[in-house]
C-alpha cells in the first residue's frame, strides 16, 4: 500500500510537470523576431513558435497597444488611458484590434495551425454596459464552446478572465466578439494562453483519482 501511494504520488508530481511545461503563454512584451512596439500589427509571428496566427474578422490585422497615452483601447485604472488596474499582470503591451476608440471593435480571429485541447486568457476594462463574448470552434468555424464575459466594474482596468478545456485536442479557433453596447469601446486582449494552464481544481481532481485507485488497491488486497 505505501508503495503504491509512493508511486501514485510521483506520478501526480510528473503529471504536473508535464502538464505545465506545455503550457504556453503569450504576453505581447516579446514578439519572435522584433521587440514590440505601440501600434505594430500582429498576425503570423507567433506562427512557427506557437502555432497560431491572429486576424480581424472582415479583413486586417490586430495591433499591439501599449499602457498609457495615447488611448488606444480604454480609459483604466484611475482614468489613465490604457492603465491596467493594479494586479492584473498584463505587462506594458496587450493586442487591440485597430488601435482606435471608436464604434464596436472588430471581431478577434484566432486560428490554430493545430488543434488544442483548451485555451485561456484575459480582456481589460469591461465595464458599463459592455460585453465580449469568447467562441471555441472546430475545424469547420461551428461554434463549440461559449464563454459569455460580462461587465466587470471592480476597478477601471481590471481583468476578466476565461477559458475552455475539452480534455481533447478539438479547437481549430477563437472567436472574441464583442456583444454589448455603447460606443467608445476597444478590445484589450493579453495572455493569452495557447493550451490551457492546469488549474489547482484539475489537479485536485487528478489527485483524487490516484486516491480512488489506491483504495481500490488496498480493498482488492483485503
Known amino acids: 500500500m505505501n508503495n503504491w501511494i509512493l508511486k501514485a504520488t ?66 483604466g485604472y484611475n482614468l489613465l488611458p490604457d492603465q491596467p488596474a493594479p494586479g492584473t499582470n498584463a505587462g506594458e503591451y496587450f493586442l487591440t484590434d485597430d488601435g482606435v476608440v471608436s464604434g464596436p471593435p472588430e471581431p478577434l480571429i484566432i486560428r490554430y495551425s493545430y488543434p488544442v485541447a483548451g485555451a485561456g486568457g484575459i480582456i481589460l476594462d469591461i465595464d458599463g454596459a459592455e460585453e465580449f463574448t469568447v467562441q471555441a470552434r472546430n475545424a469547420v468555424d461551428d461554434v463549440i464552446g461559449t464563454v459569455v464575459l460580462p461587465p466587470n466594474n471592480e476597478l477601471d482596468g481590471s481583468a476578466t478572465r476565461w477559458g475552455f478545456d475539452f480534455g481533447t485536442d478539438v479547437i481549430h479557433s477563437i472567436r472574441i466578439v464583442f456583444t454589448g453596447a455603447g460606443g467608445g469601446v476597444g478590445l484589450a486582449f493579453d495572455n493569452f494562453s495557447t493550451n490551457a494552464v492546469p488549474e489547482p481544481a484539475s489537479m485536485l481532481a487528478l489527485g483524487t483519482g490516484f486516491a480512488a485507485l489506491a483504495l481500490k488497491r488496498r480493498g482488492r488486497r483485503h
Open 10 to 75: 510521483v506520478c501526480l508530481a510528473l503529471g504536473a510537470t508535464m502538464m505545465s511545461a506545455r503550457a504556453q503563454v503569450i504576453d505581447f512584451e516579446t514578439i519572435p523576431g522584433s521587440g514590440p512596439s505601440d501600434g505594430m500589427t500582429i498576425d503570423t509571428q507567433f506562427q512557427a513558435l506557437y502555432g497560431v496566427t491572429f486576424s480581424l474578422e472582415t479583413g486586417g490585422s490586430p495591433v499591439l497597444a501599449k499602457v498609457g497615452a495615447p488611448r488606444t483601447a480604454f480609459q
